[in-house]
């Protein structure tokens, strides 16, 4: 039996309806921004998998750096111990992230990331007899993960449709438009002394669409937030790591959160490994006499020393100038494709920031569930090209590794599969 075969007898796929399931594509070897297929076909990894490769497949140094790693020290207990990998990862991301982050905390993924610091942020209040203070401030059209808190506090979609009556209250705004921003304003003065936490994607919503939003709002809003002792809570766990053109995405903005959420390019995207970092306001809450102020949370994984060793080398591709450099050509060029895009009949909302360009196709219904992305996806592959639509929306986010021919080849199959539509 073939391994697409073999898949089919015992293999449950994320996001995948099973029923009628195409055949999964086999891949056998990942190099650069190129996954290579049993069959032959190889194919550009446009969407870096899912938005987590920086610096291409299977890259020697970060595997050369993981190797010697679990020669040394592949796991130890994180509670009344410590490792180098750990440690300076901390002392290397403390520095260069937005805000003034005090403390990282570990955990293994994005949902996690987020459902840290969520909890985090209601306990900040509870430890301070503030037990009032609990309900979460969100944005309509979010995601911030697939756990009970991450859902709770992301849009109420299709993902989370079977659910919702489980899901715990959350206020819900729109992302920021001088139409709206006054609105949410108000709701956030009158419900403010109740609002443990804002959490928010920074200017781009991903699984929701690729939407982005306007900083200068973004600002206005976050001021007003706090202004009413919110604690803010960004999201970086897509936006972090260069793929809005800045090293964070909140470096975009002038007001900075209290806690930030990473994972995805966080190990270049090589290992599961999440980041939940605070600031000491946030920090000093926990540091009592009181066991009962304790943070009760942890994971089995947290810091995984071989995960903290590949972000560590990740980190020392990414200060490169030379990645600099790549991740500036990248959003140069996709600025300058935006403008041919906008010639394209079909298509709608043409949008950009530094690596990351999307635009809907105009057919059939928005969303998740329009079929069309199944036929794009489709198309591009049989061109040697991997990407992924939300739906209608189709996007790219390119691994910082990916050639200027390998770049070129994306756009022209892009162009070559809206030529098909009107045609
Ligand atoms: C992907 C994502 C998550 C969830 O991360 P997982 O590692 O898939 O659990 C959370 N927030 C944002 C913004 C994401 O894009």
Not at 148 to 167: I, K, N, Q
Request: hydrophobic share 40%; charged share 15%; glycine share 8%.
């Amino acid at each position: 039996m073939n391994l697409a075969a073999r898949d089919q007898q015992v293999i449950w796929h994320p996001f995948t309806q099973q029923k009628n399931m195409p055949n999964p594509v086999p891949i056998i070897k990942g190099a650069g921004t190129v996954l290579y297929a049993e069959n032959g076909s190889s194919y550009i990894d446009a969407i870096s998998s899912w938005w987590v490769t920086l610096h291409g497949h299977a890259h020697p140094y970060i595997a050369e750096k993981i190797y010697q790693q679990a020669l040394t020290l592949e796991q130890v207990i994180f509670a009344g111990f410590t490792h180098e990998p750990a440690v300076r990862l901390a002392e290397r991301l403390l520095p260069i992230l937005p805000g003034n982050m005090s403390r990282i905390f570990y955990s293994d993924n994005g949902s996690t990331s987020t459902e840290v610091a969520l909890k985090m942020a209601v306990q900040y209040w509870w430890n301070q007899g503030q037990q009032q203070r609990k309900k979460i401030l969100a944005f309509r059209n979010a995601y911030h993960g697939d756990t009970f808190g991450a859902m709770s506090v992301s849009d109420r979609s299709v993902f989370t449709l079977a659910f919702h009556d489980l899901l715990f209250e959350v206020i819900f705004i729109d992302t920021p438009t001088p139409e709206n921003i006054s609105n949410s304003q108000e709701i956030i003065r009158e419900y403010g002394a109740e609002i443990a936490a804002f959490i928010y994607e920074p200017l781009v919503q991903g699984a929701g669409g690729m939407k982005m939003y306007a900083p200068n709002l973004m600002n206005e809003l976050l001021r007003t937030v706090k202004q009413s002792g919110i604690i803010c809570i960004a999201d970086e766990v897509m936006t972090g790591f260069g793929r809005t053109g800045r090293l964070f995405a909140c470096q975009h903005l002038t007001e900075q959160p209290d806690i930030i959420c990473l994972s995805k390019g966080l190990t270049g995207g090589t290992m599961a490994l999440g980041v939940t970092a605070c600031n000491s306001r946030i920090y000093e809450a926990f540091v009592q006499d009181d066991k009962y102020k304790t943070f009760f949370h942890g994971h089995s994984f947290t810091a995984n020393p071989l995960a903290c060793t590949a972000a560590l080398a990740s980190l020392d591709l990414l200060e490169k100038e030379s990645c600099r450099e790549k991740i500036n050509w990248i959003s140069h060029s996709n600025e300058e494709f935006a403008v041919t895009l906008n010639t394209y009949p079909p298509i709608k909302d043409v949008r950009q920031l530094g690596t990351l360009l999307a635009f809907e196709i105009v057919q059939g219904k928005d969303g998740y569930l329009n079929s069309i992305s199944a036929v794009i996806t489709q198309k591009a592959m049989e061109q040697g090209v991997y990407i992924r639509p939300l739906g209608n929306t189709v996007y790219i986010m390119p691994p910082y590794c990916i050639t200027e021919t390998e770049l070129e080849k994306v756009y022209s199959v892009l162009l070559s599969i809206l030529a098909g539509i009107t045609g």
